[in-house]
């Protein structure tokens, strides 16, 4: 049965610490009925109910796996859409903040994506020339159209293999929303500049001459993440002057400039192992979000490693903070009572499509 979401009025002025007491309850009563996932990147009073914690394709693999009635998914709406389409018919995946999205999704959406696909037609034939690669973090009617157009879905750890794949099929590669995770997996692929040429989906033909479009290899649609595109090569310059032993690691969807200045580039869970595995005492400029720096620089500290945030602003995926322990204890409290709030359920051919992107993909990266 669906709660009303004027319920949560209740919770809306109550104390972080009543919330945590409430949301430990209710885990202890549902058990293993409910299982809460949360992404890195989740703020620190949320992520710690977590059961389950990882980057994207991480959890892609955990939501896959398993066997809990309700997924509740401390994340954004694209990773609760992932959940609903790898789980089983009978799981229930919610997002406690319906408000949770994600600004890089949302600068691709199907309406343009189809629009882009057509004028490709105008230089030659995108079904037999281009494979269409979404990054995860787009919603689930991209990963539909991949899956219907023989492309795949990927993320930051796996983008280099899923370029390959899909140059092992065809020619070239229409990759969206995030250009700099595109332009930046093409360059270790050993791709020149040139040909990896930026779709402005706000101009006709994507701002290109069929020319540019024919030479390309990699059509880099014009997305960013809003917290990455924050870092800037001089916050490394300034770190390299003040520290000269200091290391620099980057997440992949910081721009080309930033990576390149970096000693390593990777995704969240690569960051984290990274550091893990490096010498007590070493020193650490980390280009990725404000919530998952903190948290690893107080895990580290023991070891005497000494991480700081590259960005003197604060940059934290806001969108992914609105999950509140407000929220989740409102969702919990109300699945205690069989009641659900705030289902994400694709709807079932969007969701059909969507998988065989997502199967290909983790298929790829085994």
Request: aromatic share 8%; hydrophobic share 40%.
């Amino acid at each position: 049965m669906q709660a009303n979401a004027k319920d949560f009025e209740k919770y809306e002025l109550l104390q972080d610490a009543i919330c945590t007491e409430r949301i430990i309850a209710a885990k202890k009563t549902l058990g293993k009925r409910a299982v809460i996932l949360a992404h890195h990147y989740q703020r620190a009073d949320v992520y710690r109910h977590a059961d389950l914690t990882g980057d994207s394709l991480k959890l892609s693999f955990l939501a896959a796996q398993t066997d809990a009635d309700y997924l509740v998914f401390c994340g954004v709406h694209f990773m609760a859409e992932v959940a609903d389409i790898l789980s089983g018919p009978e799981q229930i995946s919610i997002l406690p903040d319906l408000s949770a999205g994600c600004s890089m999704a949302d600068m691709a959406d199907l309406g343009k994506v189809e629009r882009a696909w057509r004028e490709l037609g105008e230089a030659l034939d995108p079904d037999e020339m281009v494979t269409p690669v979404t990054y995860i973090n787009s919603s689930a009617n991209l990963k539909a159209f991949c899956g219907e157009h023989g492309g795949i879905v990927c993320t930051s750890s796996n983008a280099v293999k899923i370029l390959q794949w899909s140059f092992g099929r065809r020619e070239k590669v229409l990759f969206f929303p995030d250009q700099h995770l595109g332009r930046w997996s093409g360059h270790k692929m050993g791709l020149l500049m040139e040909e990896m040429c930026v779709w402005d989906f706000d101009q006709p033909m994507g701002g290109l001459t069929p020319e540019q479009i024919k030479n390309a290899r990699i059509l880099l649609w014009k997305g960013h993440c809003s917290v990455h595109q924050m870092f800037q090569p001089q916050h490394i310059l300034r770190f390299r002057n003040q520290y000269p032993d200091g290391l620099v690691i980057s997440h992949p969807e910081c721009s080309f400039e930033v990576c390149s200045a970096s000693d390593y580039v990777g995704s969240t869970e690569y960051i984290i192992n990274t550091i893990r595995d490096a010498k007590p005492g070493t020193r650490w400029l980390v280009g990725t979000e404000l919530n998952l720096v903190g948290r690893i620089a107080e895990e580290f500290k023991a070891n005497g490693k000494i991480i700081q945030f590259m960005s003197p602003m604060v940059c934290m995926c806001s969108t992914m903070a609105r999950i509140d322990p407000q929220h989740l204890a409102w969702t919990l409290e109300n699945l205690v009572q069989r009641q659900i709030v705030n289902q994400i359920k694709v709807p079932k051919r969007e969701a059909k499509l969507a998988k065989l992107a997502l199967e290909r993909m983790l298929d790829v990266s085994k």
